[in-house]
């Protein structure tokens, strides 16, 4: 599936990563639980931690970080509202308590959220179409 959701991301003209959740490997706690590919340097691995655990359903993600040559800081999906910021800076606790505060604000039902620092859009659901 990794391959599908890929070829999705590339066609929009994203930059940024995709990560696929394998829930059997979520499941024993084998390591790697995902698996993930980029066009970009950045190792966004801690970020599909975090949201991987929102739910242990969720089976996608994507980390878009420039849309058709606009960042992302300037850029939202046409359907979308402004999504909730998080920053992912500071400890995995701190972080988790500013997803789970987000998740209390409906973060989990609109399934986007963006990142204070990068301004870099994360989406996320259980197939790929919740990327669309």
Not at 5 to 29: H, I, M, T
Not at 32 to 45: E, G, I, L
Not at 112 to 117: A, F, S, Y
Request: charged share 30%.
């Amino acid at each position: 599936m990794i391959n599908k959701v890929w070829e999705w991301f590339n066609a929009q003209g994203y930059k940024g990563s995709v990560s696929v959740c394998d829930p059997k490997a979520l499941r024993l706690s084998t390591q790697p639980a995902f698996t993930c590919k980029a066009n970009t340097p950045d190792d966004d691995t801690f970020i599909y931690e975090q949201i991987f655990e929102i739910d242990p359903d969720y089976r996608v993600a994507a980390i878009i970080k420039e849309a058709a040559g606009i960042p992302a800081r300037e850029w939202l999906p046409d359907d979308a509202q402004e999504p909730a910021e998080i920053s992912f800076e500071g400890t995995p606790d701190q972080i988790q308590g500013r997803i789970d505060d987000a998740i209390l604000e409906g973060l989990a039902h609109k399934k986007i959220l963006r990142i204070r620092e990068s301004g870099a859009i994360v989406k996320f659901g259980y197939k790929i179409e919740d990327l669309f």
